[in-house]
T-cell receptor, first 113, second 113 residues
C-alpha cells in the first residue's frame, strides 16, 4: 500500500545545472499536484496534471520550469538552469479526483550551490 | 484570485491548554480541507468539510465549516506535545473538472511540556 513516492529526497545542484524531480502517485490516483515550500512558509501551488495533460499551470514560473505526467512512468518536475532562488522543498501530492483530499510525498529538498 | 487567510501565524501554548486556528476565504468554497505538517515532514490530510455549518470531531480536534462556507476553524482541546506542527487549511473552489485547492499559510503550534 505504497503512498506517494518522491525521489530523490535530497538533490544538490550547481547554478546553471538542471534538476529533475520525480513523483509516483499513490496507486489508483491519476491526479498529481506539485507544490513548492520555503522554510517556515506555506505551500505554493505550482501545477496540476492528469495523465498526459496539464490541467492548471498557473503557479509555474514561465521560464525554466516544466512538468509532465506521461502515460507510463512518474510525473517529472524539471527545472532548467537552476539559480540559488530555486532552493526549496518541492512536494508532490496525488488524489483520486479533483475534489478529493491530496496525499503528499516526503518531498525533495533542492539545494543550489 | 482566490485567497485563504489563516490566523494566527504562530501559537505557543502550555501542554494542556486549548488551541484554535482560524481560516477565512475571500470566496465561497466547495469544501475545506485541513492538513498537519510536523517539523521536517510532509503535509498529512486530517479532514474535509463539505456542508454549510458542518462540525466534525477527531478525538481532541474539532473542525467547523461556516454557514456561508467561507470560513473554518480547528480547535484542539488540552494540547499535547504530539500536537506540535503546522496546521494548514486549504479551500477548494471550482466546478466540472477544473478545481483549485488554495492553501493558507498555516499556523505553527508549539507546545511547552
Amino acid at each position: 500500500n505504497a503512498g506517494v513516492m518522491q525521489n530523490p529526497r535530497h538533490l544538490v545542484r550547481r547554478r546553471g545545472q538542471e534538476a529533475r524531480l520525480r513523483c509516483s502517485p499513490m496507486k489508483g490516483h491519476s491526479h498529481v499536484y506539485w507544490y513548492r515550500q520555503l522554510p517556515e512558509e506555506g505551500l505554493k501551488f505550482m501545477v496540476y496534471l492528469q495523465k498526459e495533460n496539464i490541467i492548471d499551470e498557473s503557479g509555474m514560473p514561465k521560464e525554466r520550469f516544466s512538468a509532465e505526467f506521461p502515460k507510463e512512468g512518474p510525473s517529472i518536475l524539471r527545472i532548467q538552469q537552476v539559480v540559488r532562488g530555486d532552493s526549496a522543498a518541492y512536494f508532490c501530492a496525488s488524489s483520486s479526483g479533483p475534489t478529493q483530499p491530496q496525499h503528499f510525498g516526503d518531498g525533495t529538498r533542492l539545494s543550489i550551490l | 484570485g482566490q485567497q485563504v487567510m489563516q490566523i494566527p501565524q504562530y501559537q505557543h501554548v502550555q501542554e494542556g491548554e486549548d488551541f484554535t486556528t482560524y481560516c477565512n476565504s475571500s470566496t465561497t468554497l466547495s469544501n475545506i480541507q485541513w492538513y498537519k505538517q510536523r517539523p521536517g515532514g510532509h503535509p498529512v490530510f486530517l479532514i474535509q468539510l463539505v456542508k454549510s455549518g458542518e462540525v466534525k470531531k477527531q478525538k481532541r480536534l474539532t473542525f467547523q465549516f461556516g454557514e456561508a462556507k467561507e470560513n473554518s476553524s480547528l480547535h484542539i482541546t488540552a494540547t499535547q506535545t504530539t500536537d506540535v506542527g503546522t496546521y494548514f487549511c486549504a479551500g477548494l473552489k471550482g466546478g466540472g473538472s477544473n478545481y483549485k485547492l488554495t492553501f493558507g499559510k498555516g499556523t505553527l503550534l508549539t507546545v511547552n511540556p
